[in-house]
């Protein structure tokens, strides 16, 4: 996360939360960076240094305006001015960890092989919580190199129990012993 995401994302959440909107905000900002990752050509048009600062507001305002909370369309105005709109993804990310702060959200990414089933999910959920005391916001990735089991990405720490890393261990293991 860059140091540009991190101070514009904190002052919108902090906008947001004083205002009471941090939900609507953070629900309309993903459904933005999720557009504008699939078109990468529109954060360049309002990035674009040759058109005036006026006519990228203006095409923010035209593309945006009634549809989005106004603390929001400001916010994406003074980005385009300033020249941040590259910047957009982090600003998401800071305001998303900032919320998850709040309200006791904890985000993990469950790599396995083949997809979990809701009830697989909800067990993991639900263990995760007792022992992090958090609410899980868990988001499954197929990876089929686990062959079989389960790695969590959370909070800067990763929980490896897949069948990939426990082959792995043993190889090391089998690598490393003297005869």
């Not at 674009?48 to 400001?74: M, Q, Y």
């Amino acid at each position: 996360m860059t140091r540009i995401g991190s101070i514009y994302g904190e002052a919108l959440y902090g906008l947001a939360k004083e205002d009471g909107v941090a939900d609507r905000i953070l629900a309309e900002l993903k459904v933005l960076d999720e557009s504008f990752s699939a078109e990468p050509g529109f954060v360049r048009l309002l990035s674009a240094p040759n058109l005036p600062k006026e006519e990228r507001c203006k095409i923010v305002d035209d593309s945006f305006a009634g549809k989005l909370h106004t603390h929001l369309l400001s916010f994406m105005k003074i980005l385009t001015e300033k020249g941040y709109m590259r910047q957009f993804s982090d600003c998401c990310a800071a305001y998303r960890a900032l919320y998850n702060d709040d309200n006791g959200i904890l985000p993990v990414k469950a790599f396995t092989a083949v997809p979990m089933t809701a009830e697989q999910t909800a067990k993991l959920s639900e263990k995760l919580a007792g022992i992090t005391g958090k609410k899980i916001e868990l988001q499954n990735k197929i990876d089929p190199a686990c062959i079989g089991g389960v790695r969590l990405d959370y909070d800067g720490k990763r929980v490896d129990d897949t069948v990939r890393h426990r082959l792995d261990a043993v190889h090391n293991l089998l690598k490393n012993t003297v005869l």
